[in-house]
């Protein structure tokens, strides 16, 4: 079922790149309330359509732009805050992650046209979870103004710039990857992403927990 989710959202962003980039169309996209698959669909189709987006600047500003100013409820999804009160609160979602899952999809897809690795979408649903940054929290940006995350907070874009090296994917090739990413989304083939959803089993990969402890701490020390 998981697999499905994945693949009705991607045919939906594959549907709005051929609609821009075929037909030369302008797209209105918008869900029920317009703050999860709006999110989910705008910021995949911006992906495929646009290298920039496949960069760690880009994808930090995508988020930043799609997800975070455009409203997303992170804290009612996650269950952030006072939210963590009523952890059966059906409002509960995992939106993010399955954006997120995604783009990890496309990755192993397609693993010359993106300049970051999977250590950088590991990290940011590390501290998706984590509550360490203050990208995440509440409900909007003027929830974030009004609780003043800027200056009570660290935003998480600046860990990701200070250990920059530990996110570049090597097999990154922007010269032979700047155009747009094509194929029919019912073909794709989805996959488990084992590094996420395994990554405690009998603590499989330590080197991700070395990793992370490192990027934490390199952070922090500055």
């Known amino acids: 079922m998981w697999f499905k989710y994945l693949q009705s959202i991607l045919i939906a962003a594959a549907r709005v790149r051929d609609l821009v980039h075929k037909e030369g169309a302008s797209v209105m996209v918008h869900c029920s309330d317009g703050w999860d698959r709006t999110s989910q669909v705008v910021s995949l189709s911006e992906l495929l359509l646009d290298p920039y987006y496949r960069t760690i600047?880009?994808?930090s500003i995508l988020i930043e732009k799609e997800w975070c100013s455009f409203g997303h409820q992170f804290a009612l999804r996650e269950g952030h805050g006072?939210?963590?009160?009523d952890y059966t609160n059906e409002q509960r979602a995992p939106i993010f992650l399955q954006f997120i899952d995604l783009v990890y999809q496309l990755t192993a897809l397609y693993p010359n046209a993106f300049e970051f690795n999977e250590y950088f979408l590991l990290f940011i649903l590390d501290h998706l979870h984590s509550c360490m940054f203050g990208t995440f929290l509440s409900n909007?940006?003027?929830?974030?103004e009004q609780l003043q995350c800027n200056t009570k907070t660290n935003s998480i874009w600046d860990a990701v710039q200070l250990n920059r090296r530990l996110f570049i994917n090597r097999f990154y090739q922007p010269d032979e990857n700047n155009k747009v990413i094509e194929f029919e989304a019912s073909d794709l083939k989805f996959r488990l992403w084992r590094t996420y959803y395994l990554r405690w089993q009998e603590y499989k990969y330590p080197e991700i927990d070395k990793v992370m402890k490192e990027i934490i701490s390199i952070f922090f020390e500055n």
């Open 57 to 59: 600047q880009g994808f």
């Open 82 to 85: 006072k939210e963590m009160d």
């Open 140 to 144: 909007s940006q003027l929830e974030r």
